[in-house]
């Protein structure tokens, strides 16, 4: 049986068996095609389990690396409190002081991971110089006022009681 269709060349007619001659050679490239496709996909994963592997080993180093330093830093801590502690100093020299090691203890144990990580620490270092500047430029008064205080609280050059006498009219 032979069907009429216009043929892609120029009006000619086209049969059955034809076309479906040509589907099944558009298929086969199509099949063809996903296969290798298929096989390029395997291929990338197959060449990316090792690289995989080493990155989830080195997130192991670095979450074991994390655990401890935490351990170690709040061993630290705990040194200079009781040191603080034997001083007699202040309680809010003790809080400023404990917490201002914690906050610097921890930035340095994740710089140093992040460093390990490929990052570059010297753009770090860099960004957080010069917000340090700009923060120390725009609080210059406020910074000096604490400053002065956190000196106060630490050489304790008065007491409770003691009277300050400023004449300014001499």
């Known amino acids: ?10 009006g000619g007619i086209t049969t059955a068996g034809d076309v479906a001659a040509t589907a099944a050679v558009e298929v086969k490239e199509v099949t063809q095609d996903t ?14 389990i090792p690289k995989l592997a080493g990155f989830g080993v080195r997130i192991l180093i670095a979450l074991a690396v994390f655990f ?7 061993w630290i801590q705990k040194l200079v409190r009781r040191s603080l502690e034997r001083s007699s ?13 914690k ?4 930035s340095l144990l994740i710089f140093s991971i ?5 990052v ?18 725009a609080l210059q008064g406020s910074l000096s006022n604490f400053a002065g205080g956190v000196l106060i609280l630490l050489l304790k050059p ?9 004449d300014t009219n001499k």
């Open 114 to 118: 992040a460093a390990k990580f490929g």
């Open 68 to 74: 401890v330093g935490r351990i170690v830093i709040r």
């Open 158 to 166: 008065f007491e409770v009681g003691d009277y300050i006498s400023e």
């Open 1 to 10: 049986m032979v069907i009429p269709m216009p043929s892609e060349a120029g």
């Open 35 to 48: 296969v290798e496709e298929v096989g390029r996909l395997a291929q990338f994963i197959q060449d990316s």
């Open 89 to 101: 100093a202040d309680k809010g020299v003790e809080q400023f002081v404990d917490s201002f090691l």
């Open 120 to 137: 570059d620490t010297a753009s770090v270092a860099a960004l957080v110089a010069s917000g340090g500047v700009a923060i120390g430029l």
């Open 103 to 106: 906050v610097g203890l921890y």
